[in-house]
């Protein structure tokens, strides 16, 4: 639904306000001496799965600005505080909610962002945030830094050798710092701790940050009733505000038989708990969400029931031949998930019989054969 006129007017008023408060605050700051100068600053307000894709062109530019000796700070969004809980990056972070709901929630989103804008300067601003949004172009517009380093996401030519378009876009920002690896492809996240799996436990991760992202219950319980029937156990890998929901899966998946309901776990916990669960799995299957990143990253057996509302702009990406990601190609790929049919047909209309051969070709370690 198109925004209102009025709408329309109040936010541009608001942004105004917002701009001509920085401006004073600026000039008060100056002279009570309270501007921080540093010599980088990384905007990078993600989620869990975009971040872990950006962290090593992030470890480039930090190490780089080290090295010269110069400070680096993070403006991250809040929806990434576990991963970085988990892995801190070497500098500073500054952090704001990246989409708050509500009017209330959102004025302090302002006042976060207008405080950063107000008392940093930066030789050099990189912007790791590549989608066209009123916050990410409004910092854009009234950051003072010497040196500013952005790109749509509209702007990168296609990506080479299977990189998704998120790392062709921050090989392009590194190669306009002089940071450019030799090949696009050092810069995809490797994470190590491939443990030993644990024979016959299969991981779960069925929901994404989206509805329109996941794949039918229907499909999960179809795929979870040929694990069982071959002794597997199941642990569903959900958010915190996503346990009910999975519970109920975890029902469906039971049937009402007492023993397959032994085999079926609801897990929700911490960053380090995924990761112990995901390196140890016999294989994981999992909707476009953080798990499948996390899994490719260990180079663990994976199949992803992945859309095409941005196929290619995140994934697929593989480590090695043990990780599908599967779809179901159609002429409407890449709508930014406005979806003009009567229904997800790019994810509803993969079958649980293509995920069980996708699960069984990573076992044995398949090369995937793209459908696109």
Same mark, same amino acid.
């Given at each position: 639904m198109a925004a209102s006129p009025f709408s329309a007017l109040a936010k541009a008023v608001a942004w105004k306000t917002v701009a001509a408060a920085i401006a004073v605050g600026r000039r008060v700051f100056v002279l009570l001496g309270q501007i921080q100068k540093v010599d980088t600053i990384i905007y990078k307000?993600?989620?869990?799965?975009?971040?872990?894709?950006?962290?090593?062109?992030?470890?480039?530019? $930090?190490?780089?600005?080290?090295?010269?000796?110069?400070? $680096?700070?993070?403006?991250?969004?809040?929806? !990434?505080?576990?991963?970085?809980?988990?892995?801190?990056?070497?500098?500073? $972070?500054?952090? &704001?909610?990246?989409?708050?709901?509500?009017?209330?929630?959102?004025?302090?989103?302002?006042?976060?962002?207008?405080?950063?804008?107000?008392?940093?300067?930066?030789?050099?601003?990189?912007?790791?945030?590549? !989608?066209?949004?009123?916050?990410?172009? &409004?910092?854009?517009?009234?950051?003072?830094?010497?040196?500013?380093?952005?790109? !749509?996401?509209?702007?990168?030519?296609?990506?080479?050798?299977?990189?998704?378009?998120?790392? &062709?876009?921050?090989?392009?920002?590194?190669?306009?710092?002089?940071?450019?690896?030799?090949?696009?492809?050092?810069?995809?996240?490797?994470?190590?701790?491939?443990?030993? !799996?644990?024979?016959?436990r299969a991981v779960l991760a069925p929901y994404s940050s989206a509805p329109i992202k996941d794949w039918l219950d229907e499909g999960w319980c179809a795929v979870g009733a040929e694990l069982l029937a071959r002794g597997l156990h199941l642990e569903l890998w959900v958010g915190p505000n996503q346990t009910d929901r999975a519970l109920a899966l975890a029902r469906k998946l039971a049937g009402g038989a007492e023993e397959a309901a032994r085999r079926v776990a609801v897990r929700s916990g911490s960053i380090d708990a995924l990761v112990d669960a995901i390196a140890a799995a016999s294989v994981v299957l999992s909707a476009d969400t953080f798990a499948a990143h996390l899994a490719t990253a260990l180079d663990v057996p994976m199949v992803c029931v992945l859309g095409g509302g941005q196929y290619g702009d995140f994934a697929p990406w593989q480590r090695s031949s043990r990780q599908h990601w599967i779809t179901h190609p159609l002429p409407c790929f890449n709508c930014d998930w406005r979806c003009s049919r009567s229904r997800v047909e790019c994810l509803e209309d993969i079958s649980p019989t293509e995920v069980m051969k996708g699960m069984e070709a990573v076992l044995r370690g398949e090369p995937q054969v793209s459908a696109i």
């Open positions: 307000a993600d989620r869990l799965g975009d971040w872990l894709l950006a962290g090593p062109t992030m470890e480039r530019i $930090v190490d780089a600005a080290r090295a010269r000796g110069g400070t $680096v700070v993070i403006w991250a969004g809040r929806e !990434s505080a576990a991963l970085r809980a988990w892995q801190p990056p070497h500098c500073p $972070v500054e952090t &704001f909610e990246l989409e708050p709901r509500g009017g209330l929630a959102k004025l302090r989103r302002a006042l976060a962002v207008a405080r950063l804008l107000i008392i940093y300067e930066a030789r050099t601003f990189v912007c790791l945030r590549h !989608s066209p949004e009123p916050v990410r172009n &409004f910092v854009i517009a009234h950051i003072r830094a010497a040196e500013i380093h952005a790109m !749509s996401w509209l702007i990168a030519p296609r990506p080479q050798r299977g990189l998704p378009h998120e790392i &062709f876009r921050h090989y392009k920002i590194l190669e306009g710092l002089g940071l450019a690896p030799e090949a696009g492809d050092e810069l995809l996240p490797k994470l190590h701790g491939r443990r030993e !799996s644990r024979a016959g």
